[in-house]
């Protein structure tokens, strides 16, 4: 290790012990100060450890939590960044408070964020990367899911011997040829049925032919058994399987994989993909089904801001993050199945971690949502007017409709909601906010990590 790598670690792991000790800490600052002083640090940090790369549009943070929790099985001291701080700073942050590994092999399960994926790949070697899905997100930093996949692959092209698990229910992942080995995941559960998605619903051509792609079955949004009727572009062959769902709520869902009962608790149909994921991960890496079954089933609290449950009084506030459309369907879809009547609030913010452009709420299907058995819904965040419009076009009853300008008043009007069960859809920055402020409220520890 250099003197200036050494100097610059030094100073982030004094910077990271300041911050917890006198503040509410902060989760990418020692990064950037260690980064400053070495921009190569993350080549000494990252030395000696075996990794694995989880990046994608949607379930990257859930993913990681549930992959460490699946190795942890076997495996002593994984080094992650559990709080979704995914750039190169925050894998740095992650890196500088690594506990020692008391014995066995150095791990570490990082969660990327897509457009650095190659800026990560240049410093580290990768053993596996996973790809959760691709949908239309942030479009003022990524552009189209193409451009976003043209950027997932040049980091994975750097290094041709890493394993790549991918979700092989999503056609873009199997419309490139790479050098790499790569395993698929997916859904098995319903017999054929000849269907088509929905018009609007995103990367639904045939990348060899164009032609539009039909599926035998369909989860959700482009993802399921999809076929070319004009080529023979279709689902590749899966290596692991979610074979049938047994049951599911708003807060856990109960289901087979690969004919292993796992109990998940945690709701929503797309946290299905994100454990079977975390499945393919622990199975590579040598932990058996019992014990994957084991981790995934254990009822761990909920992870930073995915359906994270906060008891606020008599109230319990559901928080869940939202930031594009096909994750705000599924978010929605979730809490319908809800069977007691539930109070909802909206938090929208357009800062550059949130995406600036806030026109993805229009393709959020607010109109399905059951009004009659939803006694309050509130909006707010920094852009609350924009939320408003989009609910009161959706139809929101005017006597159950709120909105506040600022976060204190949010939450206080959140503890006289009238429903027991409040969910909360906030954006990535609002979610920070709210968090800050239910720590500082002595309703949560930590706040911003």
């Not at 570490?108 to 580290?124: G, H, K, R």
């Not at 990768?126 to 899911?145: A, C, W």
């Not at 809490?335 to 949130?354: C, G, M, Q, R």
């Amino acid at each position: 290790m250099s003197l200036k790598s050494s100097v610059a670690i030094t100073a982030g792991k004094t910077s990271h012990w300041f911050l917890h000790k006198f503040t509410n800490g902060g989760t990418s600052l020692p990064g950037k100060i260690t980064l400053a002083i070495d921009p190569d640090v993350l080549k000494s940090l990252a030395k000696d450890y075996e990794i694995v790369i989880i990046t994608g549009t949607n379930g990257k943070t859930l993913t990681t939590a549930l992959t460490v929790k699946v190795l942890g099985e076997k495996y002593s001291d994984i080094l992650t960044n559990p709080s979704g701080s995914n750039m190169k700073q925050g894998i740095v942050s992650a890196f500088l408070t690594a506990q020692k590994t008391k014995s066995g092999k150095k791990l570490a399960v990082l969660e990327t964020d897509e457009a650095n994926v190659p800026i990560i790949s240049q410093y580290i070697s990768p053993s596996i990367y996973v790809m959760t899905n691709l949908f239309r997100d942030q479009m003022d930093r990524y552009g189209e899911i193409y451009t976003t996949y043209d950027k997932i692959l040049k980091g994975i092209n750097m290094h041709p011997d890493a394993l790549v698990i991918a979700n092989g229910d999503a056609p873009i992942f199997n419309s490139r040829e790479l050098k790499n080995k790569v395993i698929y995941y997916g859904f098995d559960d319903e017999a054929d049925r000849e269907q088509m998605a929905p018009a609007n619903t995103d990367s639904l051509l045939c990348p060899k032919c164009q032609h539009i792609l039909h599926y035998k079955n369909r989860s959700y949004s482009n993802l399921g058994k999809y076929y070319c009727p004009n080529c023979d572009f279709k689902r590749p062959k899966l290596s692991y399987r979610m074979n049938r769902i047994l049951s599911q709520s708003p807060q856990s869902s109960t289901f087979e994989i690969d004919n292993t009962n796992v109990s998940l608790h945690i709701g929503g149909t797309y946290n299905i993909y994100n454990a079977l994921a975390a499945y393919a991960v622990g199975n590579e890496l040598g932990v058996s089904p019992q014990q994957i079954a084991h981790a995934l089933s254990s009822n761990d609290e909920k992870v930073f801001g995915r359906q994270e449950v906060i008891k606020i009084g008599d109230k319990e506030l559901t928080l869940v993050l939202i930031k594009n459309p096909v994750g705000l369907d599924q978010v929605l879809d979730m809490i319908k199945t809800d069977t007691e009547p539930f109070s909802l609030a909206v938090l929208l913010n357009a800062n550059y971690a949130d995406g600036i452009d806030t026109s993805w709420i229009w393709d959020g299907s607010f109109e399905s949502l059951p009004f009659d058995k939803i006694p309050a819904i509130l909006t707010g965040g920094e852009r609350y007017r924009d939320i408003t419009f989009r609910l009161r076009v959706a139809g929101v009853p005017e006597e159950n409709f709120s909105q506040e300008e600022k976060l204190p008043d949010v939450l206080e009007n959140i503890k006289k909601m009238p429903t027991k069960h409040v969910y909360v859809l906030a954006t990535y920055t609002a979610v920070l906010q709210l968090r800050k402020l239910l720590s500082e409220q002595g309703y949560i520890k930590g706040g911003m990590d």
